[in-house]
C-alpha cells in the first residue's frame, strides 16, 4: 500500500505560479511511476503529468501544460513536485497525486492505483 499526501495548492492570479508537492508513505518499491491529475469544477478527472519512480526519469505531459508545468521528483525523500507556472483560470481544479505500478497509458485513470485527496488550486483572472 502506498499512502499520497498532497500539498501546496492556494489562490493565485492569472500568470502567477504555484508549486504542489506529493509525499508518498509505505511500501514505494513497487512504484513504477507517480504523477498528477486535476478535476476542475464539473469535468471529470485528466491527465497533467507523470514521471518514471525507480529507472531513469522519463517525464509525460498533457498538451494543456506542456511548456507551462514541469514535474519533478525526489526518491529519496519520496516525493514528486509539480511546479506550474503561468497559470490560467482554466487550470483551476482540484489536484491529485497518483502512483502506478506497471508502464502503459498514463491518461487512464483505471491504471493508477493510488491516489491522494487532492489539493485546490485556484486561479483568479
Known amino acids: 500500500q502506498v499512502q499520497l499526501v498532497e500539498s501546496g495548492g492556494g489562490l493565485v492570479q492569472t500568470g502567477g505560479s504555484l508549486s504542489l508537492s506529493c509525499a508518498a508513505s509505505?511500501?514505494?518499491?513497487?512504484?513504477?511511476?507517480m504523477g498528477w491529475f486535476r478535476q476542475a469544477p464539473g469535468k471529470g478527472r485528466e491527465f497533467v503529468s507523470g514521471?518514471?519512480?525507480?529507472?531513469?526519469?522519463?517525464?509525460y505531459y498533457a498538451d494543456a501544460v506542456r511548456g507551462r508545468f514541469t514535474i519533478s521528483r525526489d526518491t529519496a525523500k519520496n516525493m514528486i513536485y509539480l511546479q506550474m507556472n503561468s497559470l490560467k483560470p482554466e487550470d483551476t481544479a482540484v489536484y491529485y497525486c497518483?502512483?502506478?505500478?506497471?508502464?502503459?497509458?498514463?491518461?487512464?485513470?483505471?491504471?493508477?492505483?493510488?491516489w491522494g485527496q487532492g489539493t485546490l488550486v485556484t486561479v483568479s483572472s
Open positions: 514521471i518514471t519512480w525507480s529507472s531513469g526519469i522519463t517525464e
Open positions: 497518483a502512483a502506478r505500478l506497471n508502464p502503459g497509458t498514463y491518461r487512464r485513470l483505471d491504471e493508477w492505483a493510488y
Open positions: 509505505g511500501d514505494t518499491s513497487s512504484t513504477y511511476a
